[in-house]
């Protein structure tokens, strides 16, 4: 599902990432662990196609990526990729829903209005779907962006630093519930986190930096 | 969910800058919007007055107060010529129809025209009611006249010296008119006028016993029976010491070009409006870009292309400038309307606000195109936000 070889980046003359090698089977469950600055969020940005490698080969659900550019890449990365970035960034104009229903307007593929309200539902948010970003609680606003990277069901499913700020209990849900809908969606699931708690969660683990 | 529909909510997140565009850019719209219907339509109705008529023979004077007297009935007449030499310039051989006005009175603000049934038939009037004078202080009324004053055919009126209006002035009160008939609008000058025969002017004014050597009549509208008169015809008259000749066509053309400036002006400063428009949806979408870097990122990072996020910013700025156009044709419309029925209740001309000009298509055109060039620069700027820094930064 996931394959890295050889993987450089470099941002002017520092390597920001160097990755020999990265491999993940479909559904498999994965940690990125690494001080901050080691590269994790830059390993999540070039699976997802957002960053180019300065060297090497990434293929993403049998995609190579340097095969794929401009509008042709964008759609690729909505359709098969979901991403819970670290600040979440929920659009504060649009409601709840509307945050939902973007996900699969931008990439192209057909609303399915039943979609968002069963995720809304099992996420326990169906009396939010009216609200806007800023009436949500931290971790409220949080699932919504989980249901908003699983909208499209993909096959990938990146999250960056996810369990930041939170207590242990609310540590403990937010990584059983990515990881119960990465399985839902049948995605592989790549967490990149510095939090030593997420460890005992998770048996597969790639580690960066020295 | 729509590209319009996301574009409208984020328009709706800051209703007081939205507001303040739209009634920026409405307000050039309709400065340009009035100008372009009132002189539009003073002119063509200006250019209908003076249809026909080659050449206004009247007393020494301004050549243009001449043409603004005895043409569009806007001004005094500044005096008299003598009937028996307005006969001798109708016989003329270059004169193909001459037509007499007697002027002096007023009936409520409205002239009374002392003249000859060719001036009923040069505007191709028609009888909504009764027929035409016959004989000496019988009176015709022109459909403003008739609809403003509430009276008809068999009404008496009696006129006033001068154009006092109702006031206390010089009335004629020991001589009525009988209103014999009632003519339809035309869009002409016609329909602001009285007319009756020309000897009902003398009559009111006790010349009317006198013998016709000593009348007077105060100009004359002449048509050509050839287009060469023009060469020698007005010369010719203005030779005489006591004729005065204008031409129609000259005096408004002149009268245009003086206007002109005035509307030239105007106009600008309607464009002025609508660039400032410009300027600040420029500013505003540029503000809304700093504040919406980060939901252009989670756009692409969702599989926007950029060319959408683009479209997304430039559609907000055309949005805004068809609110603009729309509000400010409404405005404009309704100003012009409400200009028209002022003047109304001044005698003068009807100006109406229900008339589209197809150059309005072209304000229209404008106002969108103002609206998308201040959104060009903040959408290709749109266009290149760097996804990965922004996420990476947030």
């Known amino acids: 599902m996931l394959s890295l070889k050889g993987v450089r980046k470099r941002y002017g003359a520092a390597d920001a990432l160097v990755l020999e090698r990265f491999e993940a089977a479909a559904g498999e469950h994965w940690l990125v662990l690494g001080p901050s600055g080691s590269g994790k969020t830059t390993l999540l940005h070039l699976i997802a196609g957002l960053l180019a490698p300065s060297e090497g080969e990434i293929v993403v659900a049998g995609q190579p990526l340097a095969g794929l550019a401009g509008a042709a890449l964008d759609r690729w990365r909505g359709r098969t990729v979901g991403i819970v970035p670290q600040k979440l960034h929920l659009v504060p104009s649009l409601t709840v829903r509307q945050n939902l229903a973007l996900a699969p307007w931008l990439a192209g593929l057909p609303q399915e209005p039943d979609r968002a309200g069963q995720l809304l539902a099992e996420l326990g948010l169906a009396d939010k779907a009216s609200a806007r970003p800023h009436e949500l609680s931290h971790g409220e606003a949080q699932r919504v962006a989980v249901a908003r990277a699983v909208m499209n069901r993909p096959k990938v499913l990146l999250a960056d630093e996810p369990t930041s700020n939170l207590d242990d209990a609310a540590c403990a849900a937010t990584l059983e519930l990515l990881a119960a809908q990465a399985r839902a969606c049948g995605a592989t699931l790549v967490i990149a986190t510095h939090d030593r708690r997420a460890r005992e969660r998770f048996d597969r683990q790639l580690r960066l930096g020295r | ?394």
């Open chain 2, 1 to 394: 969910m729509t590209l319009a529909g996301i574009s409208l909510a984020y328009l709706r997140a800051r209703p007081l800058a939205a507001a303040l565009n739209v009634l920026l850019l409405a307000l050039g719209v309709a400065t340009v919007t009035v100008l372009l219907l009132a002189s539009r339509q003073i002119e063509s109705r200006m250019l209908r007055d003076a249809e026909g008529i080659d050449l206004v023979v009247g007393a020494k004077g301004s050549p243009m107060q001449l043409v603004l007297s005895a043409v569009f009935h806007i001004d005094v007449p500044a005096g008299n010529i003598p009937l028996a030499e307005a006969k001798a310039l109708a016989a003329h051989r270059a004169v193909k129809k001459a037509i007499p006005l007697a002027l002096g009175d007023s009936f409520r603000g409205y002239r009374i025209v002392g003249t000859t049934h060719d001036y009923a038939a040069h505007y191709g009037a028609r009888l909504t009611a009764g027929g035409l004078w016959e004989k000496p202080m019988q009176a015709v009324l022109g459909a403003q006249v008739a609809r403003a004053t509430g009276i008809g055919v068999g009404a008496k009126l009696v006129g006033a010296h001068g154009m006092a209006g109702e006031g206390p002035g010089a009335a004629h009160e020991e001589t009525s008119y009988e209103v014999v008939g009632v003519l339809a609008p035309s869009g002409t000058v016609l329909d602001r006028l009285v007319l009756t025969a020309v000897e009902s002017v003398w009559e009111v004014h006790g010349t009317g016993g006198e013998p016709e050597q000593y009348q007077e009549i105060t100009a004359l509208l002449i048509r050509y029976a050839s287009p060469l008169a023009a060469a020698t015809m007005p010369r010719q008259v203005n030779a005489n010491p006591m004729l005065q000749a204008a031409s129609p066509a000259y005096e408004s053309a002149r009268l245009f070009r003086m206007i002109g400036v005035g509307v030239e002006v105007l106009r600008a400063f309607g464009i002025v409006l609508m660039l400032a428009a410009g300027l600040s949806v420029f500013i505003a979408l540029t503000q809304a870009l700093e504040e919406r870097r980060y939901d252009l990122a989670v756009m692409r990072m969702l599989g926007a292309a950029r060319a959408k996020l683009f479209v997304l910013l430039v559609l907000e700025g055309v949005l805004l400038a068809a609110a603009g156009a729309a509000l400010g044709l409404a405005l404009g419309h309704a100003a012009t309307g409400a200009i028209g029925s002022f003047m109304a209740a001044q005698h003068q001309g009807p100006l109406t606000g229900l008339l589209w000009l197809n150059e309005e298509w072209w304000v229209v055109g404008a106002a969108l195109g103002v609206g998308l060039g201040a959104a060009l620069v903040p959408g290709l700027r749109a266009m290149r936000t760097e996804v990965a820094h922004a996420l990476a930064e947030g």
